[in-house]
């Protein structure tokens, strides 16, 4: 089942949506610092980041699938959301400079597809930065917050994908090492425990996020040549011509 707008906003107003927004944010920004005269598109749910990453961005656009449903977002001023399906986006080829995809590759029923619009749209040499959930983490074994409901990936599974679509993964990194706990004592240790995890790059991160570089082009993967077959002539029956049969005395004409 599809998650839905109304829980992943209620999860984000909550003291462990903050915990998360906060290191996950902090990701992003290690790998985009400034978005400035970029064209920013983010998919799935991402208004959370949108907010920082698209301080200077030349336009900022929030889509959300619609088996999730939509919000009003920004605020303030001209609505910039919009409810669309994810592998067939309303936008021109090459029409965006950076793609973001949050609560988004894990909910979809074909990542491969929606990896391929998203390259469809992303100018060349275009960037995008994908947060997924870590299948070893223990963030996926929990369905109490959004990334603990879809599919999980692991980290070769996601180049995989990325590689199939035209991307090149460049920067990589792990967040969520606190575990998603609703304590208080967890909250207030949350620093710590992304500091040592990070520090000693243990496996159980929550989330990955990668930012990854659109190839200019497309490597086409080697097929099997069709072995060649001889051309070998054909004897065409021939008609045999029928025997004529020899007339008897009562079938003579009368002469």
Not at 158 to 163: A, I, N, P
């Amino acid at each position: 089942m599809a998650l839905d707008v109304v829980d992943l906003r209620a999860f984000y107003a909550s003291p462990l949506g903050h915990v998360a927004r906060r290191f996950i944010g902090r990701a992003m920004l290690r790998f985009w610092p400034d978005c400035g005269r970029q064209r920013l598109l983010g998919l799935g749910f991402c208004t959370p980041y949108l907010t920082v990453l698209g301080a200077n961005a030349e336009r900022v656009l929030a889509f959300m699938p619609a088996a999730q449903g939509v919000v009003n977002w920004p605020s303030e001023g001209l609505s910039a959301s919009a409810l669309v399906e994810p592998t067939l986006l309303p936008l021109p080829t090459a029409s965006v400079d950076r793609v973001v995809l949050v609560h988004a590759l894990e909910e979809t029923e074909s990542p491969d597809d929606l990896l391929d619009e998203v390259a469809r749209v992303l100018s060349p040499g275009g960037r995008m930065l994908v947060v997924a959930p870590n299948r070893r983490g223990l963030w996926a074994r929990m369905d109490g917050t959004p990334f603990g409901h879809g599919r999980p990936f692991s980290r070769s599974q996601l180049e995989s994908l990325m590689r199939g679509a035209t991307f090149a993964p460049e920067n990589w990194a792990e967040a969520l090492y606190v575990p998603p706990l609703k304590r208080k004592l967890f909250m207030r240790s949350a620093p710590a425990w992304e500091r040592v995890g990070s520090g000693l790059s243990l496996p159980f991160a929550g989330v990955h996020v990668i930012d990854a570089t659109k190839q200019f082009y497309r490597r086409a993967p080697l097929r099997a040549t069709r072995r060649s077959f001889a051309f070998r002539p054909v004897l065409l029956p021939q008609p045999t011509p029928t025997p004529r049969l020899r007339e008897t005395p009562d079938e003579r004409p009368a002469g």
